[in-house]
């Protein structure tokens, strides 16, 4: 089954460190994917996405991500973090064959310690 | 661009009754889905409209669920006979349309079964 994996539950990081959560896929064919984060009780906000090119892709936020499609991984990254960068961060993936479904994974909680 | 509007954000109804939910879309968005998201978990597609058509469907909507989006705008969810296990957060998204365009969540209907 095609599946996104979020492998840590939780990242813990201090104010103005750099962060990354982490993002691994298993899809064939040619996945879009993308970052969205959510706070409490609300919906998900879009961070950024990868659809083709740069692997280097920048978002919202001061966050950016890198496509590897060797290591199937597109992790999040931030080079300086903030206290109110704390939320819930999900990956996911969609497809270019029609199917308009996104699918996500489990969700990493970002802690941010002054 | 107002956004993605749901309406209630909150449903507390008892085992076996009937609830209803509405999703706005952002204007001029073809696209719109609706996802569900339980407690710990990253969102689960649930179903897919193309305008007014209904597209996608999920194994997860069973057949006391139903979608319309009956002038392909606005959306209603339905639930009949509710049972426990429907307790969850259910997201709205809208889209533009084109190969990996961005879907826009709304804040969530709450549903709690009794």
């Known amino acids: 089954a095609q599946s996104v994996a979020q492998p840590e539950d939780q990242v813990n990081v201090a104010e103005g460190n750099p962060l990354t959560v982490k993002c691994t896929y298993s899809?064939?064919?040619?996945?879009?994917l993308f970052w969205y984060v959510q706070y409490p009780n609300r919906g998900l906000q879009f961070l950024l996405k990868?659809?083709?090119?740069?692997?280097l892709v920048k978002g919202s936020y001061g966050f950016e991500a890198e496509f590897n499609k060797s290591q199937t991984s597109f992790h999040l990254k931030k080079p300086s973090a903030l206290v109110s960068d704390s939320a819930l961060y999900f990956c996911?993936?969609?497809?270019?064959?029609?199917?308009?479904?996104?699918?996500f994974g489990s969700g990493t909680r970002l802690q941010v310690q002054p | 661009d107002t956004g993605v509007s749901q309406d209630p954000r909150h449903k507390i109804t008892k085992r076996g009754q009937n609830v209803t939910f509405r999703c706005d879309p952002i204007s001029e968005h073809n696209r719109l889905y609706w996802y569900r998201q339980t407690l710990g978990q990253g969102p689960e597609f649930l179903t897919y409209f193309q305008n007014e058509a209904q597209l996608e469907k999920s194994r997860l909507l069973s057949d006391r669920f139903s979608a319309e989006r009956p002038k392909g705008s606005f959306s209603t969810l339905e639930i009949q006979r509710t049972e426990q296990g429907d307790s969850a957060m259910y997201l709205c998204?809208?889209?533009?349309?084109?190969?990996?365009?961005?879907?826009?969540f709304g804040p969530g209907t709450r549903l709690t079964v009794l």
């Open positions: 996911a993936f969609g497809m270019d064959t029609g199917r308009r479904a996104l699918t």
């Open positions: 899809v064939s064919g040619n996945p879009y």
């Open positions: 990868y659809i083709t090119g740069d692997n």
């Open positions: 998204a809208s889209s533009p349309g084109g190969d990996g365009d961005t879907q826009y």
